[in-house]
């Protein structure tokens, strides 16, 4: 009997290892099959527009090198009051002083040569932009004239201007402008999967709120066609793209004209701004759904990087430009009890 069972049990395993292999090939065959399909479409579908800034024209400078760089870094304002009934009044709590002076630390560190820096026009972005430069800058944090513009903010420009002004914030090193291209809203693209209580909202919108949010939508998709492109729209930016005959005579071995040489960015762009405009501006620059930008976390004081990395081209090939994330939503250099979102 103590065989009987034994042979009985060793043919179910047997059984149970034949139907489990010839289980295990029909779906891989299956796998197989739906990978080819899934590959092919894929294909298809991911194929990556090397015009996506629409800067191959006749017009649009060209780096006088084989392939060049330009460093885009986007970081998140300081939390703020949530609370406060006027744009204004939405300030940076004490925790968002903390965390915009940790981020200025960080940027300090990383030696980043930053060529310009490029802010919203909403208060909180301001501030954050202050505590940024009293690092970056090792100044007093009333330097940056934020305490001023805190008290008697200036009247803030038309939305729909593609124009970047001069900042209100001072610099000893930096130039700074502002946009309010910026400026915190809704994208053009509504989330998907889009939560309930969003569709809630929308559905109980007024059809002047309606109309309101639509203008908003318009300037935030606006945003990036001015913003997020390769060309330079600093003065560093446009010499070191010229390369080196752009100088007469040049001895300096750090000057700008020498970056592409060296393989660095041609120029570097600080962002400071919102976490909606940014995470839009992810999709857009890495040619991603766009309706998948809720799906991204920026917590605040957060660093995200994309790096534009270009070709010139020749006879035989077109020229490329491609756009990738080196640092999304990284908050790593700040400790727990100042990170939030």
């Given at each position: 009997?103590?065989?009987?069972?034994?042979?009985?049990?060793?043919?179910?395993?047997?059984?149970?290892?034949?139907?489990?292999?010839?289980?295990?090939?029909?779906?891989?065959?299956?796998?197989?099959?739906?990978?080819?399909?899934?590959?092919?479409?894929?294909?298809?579908?991911?194929?990556?527009?090397?015009?996506?800034?629409?800067?191959?024209?006749?017009?649009?400078?060209?780096?006088?090198?084989?392939?060049?760089?330009?460093?885009?870094?986007?970081?998140?304002?300081?939390?703020?009051?949530?609370?406060?009934?006027?744009?204004?009044?939405?300030?940076?709590?004490?925790?968002?002083?903390?965390?915009?002076?940790?981020?200025?630390?960080?940027l300090r560190a990383l030696g980043y040569n930053i060529d310009c820096i490029v802010h919203s026009d909403m208060i909180r972005?301001?501030?954050?932009?202050?505590?940024?430069?009293?690092?970056?800058?090792?100044?007093?944090?009333?330097?940056?004239?934020?305490?001023?513009?805190?008290?008697?903010?200036?009247?803030?420009?038309?939305?729909?201007?593609?124009?970047?002004?001069?900042?209100?914030?001072?610099?000893?090193?930096?130039?700074?402008?502002?946009?309010?291209?910026?400026?915190?809203?809704?994208?053009?693209?509504?989330?998907?999967?889009?939560?309930?209580?969003?569709?809630?909202?929308?559905?109980?919108?007024?059809?002047?709120?309606?109309?309101?949010?639509?203008?908003?939508?318009?300037?935030?998709?606006?945003?990036?066609?001015?913003?997020?492109?390769?060309?330079?729209?600093?003065?560093?930016?446009?010499?070191?793209?010229?390369?080196?005959?752009?100088?007469?005579?040049?001895?300096?071995?750090?000057?700008?004209?020498?970056?592409?040489?060296?393989?660095?960015?041609?120029?570097?762009?600080?962002?400071?701004?919102?976490?909606?405009?940014?995470?839009?501006?992810?999709?857009?620059?890495?040619?991603?759904?766009?309706?998948?930008?809720?799906?991204?976390?920026?917590?605040?004081?957060?660093?995200?990087?994309?790096?534009?990395?270009?070709?010139?081209?020749?006879?035989?090939?077109?020229?490329?430009?491609?756009?990738?994330?080196?640092?999304?939503?990284?908050?790593?250099?700040?400790?727990?009890?100042?990170?939030?979102?």
């Amino acid at each position: 009997m103590r065989f009987g069972r034994v042979f009985c049990s060793g043919s179910l395993l047997l059984s149970a290892s034949v139907s489990s292999f010839l289980g295990y090939h029909s779906y891989r065959q299956k796998v197989n099959d739906d990978s080819k399909n899934g590959v092919k479409s894929l294909k298809k579908l991911t194929s990556w527009d090397h015009n996506w800034d629409l800067a191959n024209s006749n017009d649009s400078p060209k780096p006088q090198v084989g392939s060049c760089y330009k460093l885009l870094i986007l970081v998140r304002h300081g939390q703020y009051e949530t609370e406060a009934l006027t744009s204004n009044k939405k300030v940076l709590t004490d925790l968002g002083w903390k965390q915009a002076r940790a981020t200025g630390k960080r940027l300090r560190a990383l030696g980043y040569n930053i060529d310009c820096i490029v802010h919203s026009d909403m208060i909180r972005a301001r501030q954050t932009t202050a505590g940024i430069l009293s690092e970056l800058d090792q100044m007093q944090l009333a330097d940056t004239g934020i305490l001023e513009i805190t008290a008697n903010p200036p009247l803030p420009g038309p939305k729909d201007c593609v124009d970047l002004r001069k900042s209100p914030l001072k610099s000893m090193t930096l130039p700074l402008l502002e946009s309010s291209l910026m400026a915190e809203g809704p994208p053009p693209t509504e989330p998907e999967p889009s939560p309930a209580s969003r569709i809630k909202h929308l559905k109980n919108l007024s059809l002047e709120d309606k109309a309101d949010r639509v203008d908003h939508q318009n300037r935030v998709g606006s945003s990036f066609v001015y913003l997020i492109h390769r060309r330079p729209i600093s003065d560093a930016g446009k010499r070191a793209l010229g390369g080196p005959a752009s100088c007469v005579q040049c001895t300096q071995p750090n000057c700008l004209c020498s970056r592409a040489m060296q393989d660095r960015p041609l120029e570097v762009i600080l962002f400071v701004g919102h976490a909606n405009v940014f995470r839009y501006w992810l999709c857009k620059a890495l040619q991603l759904p766009p309706e998948a930008w809720l799906r991204i976390s920026l917590p605040h004081g957060s660093i995200t990087e994309l790096l534009i990395e270009q070709t010139q081209g020749d006879a035989d090939e077109p020229p490329t430009c491609t756009v990738q994330a080196l640092r999304v939503g990284d908050d790593g250099h700040m400790p727990v009890d100042l990170q939030s979102r």
